[in-house]
Nanobody
Framework: QVQLVESGGGLVQAGGSLRLSCTAS????????MGWFRQAPGKEREFVTA????????VYADSVKGRFTISRDNAKNTVYLQMNSLKPEDTAVYYC?????????????????WGQGTQVTVSS
């Protein structure tokens, strides 16, 4: 089993920045791609970004491209999400997830392990 714990959420004004972290523990896979998803009230969980284990491959949803950056530190078993130029529509619970067998998919069903989520609220 892999446990994922997110941190770094909070309340920020539009145009501001936040940095989310996700730390993995337990039986970590040596080849896990990692992804960030988000879910706003009344909406389905949606893909935000993903990164391969090596960090060489990243993919972003069009809605966050140019504003969000995913990165990882495998020595610390941690993946980061730097969010800049935040908008009210970015308000959601943000989840990190691990895909032990892939390169970083945008499909929620490819991820085997999920964190508990961290709330991000962007005020206008």
């Amino acid at each position: 089993q892999v446990q994922l714990v997110e941190s770094g959420g909070g309340l920020v004004q539009a145009g501001g920045s936040l940095r989310l972290s996700c730390t993995a523990s337990g039986r970590t896979s040596s080849n896990s791609a990692m992804g960030w998803f988000r879910q706003a009230p009344g909406k389905e969980r949606e893909f935000v970004t993903a990164i391969s284990y090596s960090g060489r491959t990243t993919v972003y949803a069009d809605s966050v491209k140019g504003r969000f950056t995913i990165s990882r530190d495998n020595a610390k078993n941690t993946v980061y999400l730097q969010m800049n130029s935040l908008k009210p529509e970015d308000t959601a619970v943000y989840y990190c997830a691990a895909d032990p067998y892939g390169l970083g998919s945008s499909d929620v069903v490819e991820y085997d392990y999920w964190g508990q989520g961290t709330q991000v609220t962007v005020s206008s």
